[in-house]
């Protein structure tokens, strides 16, 4: 690997990593950026996953503050995503990448949509709270079924790809949770850490010698420093601004998924 191609995967861990902290698909960046540079699309997906843990670790402590009085609902999400990513990362172990690469670019359609309307639903879900003598910020068991189903189903889609699964989990705790874009986006940082730990793990493995351990190295580095920027300063963005810097993102994201 030549030292320029280095350069370019160290700085694109580290926009990588920032993007993750603060939206959740910084492998919109570093995927691409393997597979231009010559890597395999499979070896790419699981050196990423590796490289990315570093970045997930800083940005989870970044947000650690936001995490404070969500251990009641992350006890059942937590689970979840560990379940979800063991099966994602069996599936790309074992099934041809194709299969699930043609339903990225659907899946993360859906995400920006349910992030665009997420105040919307947030607002009825917190009228049919106070309807029913709750408070607004009230979860019923139905609203938790369905946020312990779309984690484990967003920890699927992570074990085998990774690319925007922040804003799948973005997408579905918005759609269903009456809380805050910053407290969400810790939570979502923390799912995403563990998903990717176990995703990492088990390529680690199971495929040691289709890793690229050059390019994950770098991934961590340049992620660890871009995921602390990211939780530094991603927590002065007002809830709009960040569902605004989540779509853009994932418009981007979404091009060069059907542009590699």
Known sequence: MSVTHMILIALAGIGAGAINSLVGSGTLITFPTLVTLGVPPVTATMSNAVGLVA?????TWAYRRELSGQADRL???IPASLIGAGIGAWLLL???EKVFTEVVPVLLVLALVLVVVGPRIQAWARRRAEQAGH???HVS???MAALVAGTFAVGVYGGYFTAAQGIL???VMGAL???DMQRMN???NLLALLVNIVAAAAYTLVAFDRINWTAAALIAVGSLIGGWLGGHYGRRLSPNALRIVIVVVGLIGLYRLLTV
């Open 55 to 59: 970045g997930g670790v800083s940005g």
């Open 141 to 143: 068991p139905r609203q």
């Open 135 to 137: 408070g607004a910020d």
């Open 186 to 188: 810790a939570a979502k």
């Open 75 to 77: 006890r059942w999400q």
């Open 94 to 96: 074992h099934l041809p």
């Open 169 to 171: 989990l973005i997408g």
């Open 177 to 179: 949770l009456p809380e």
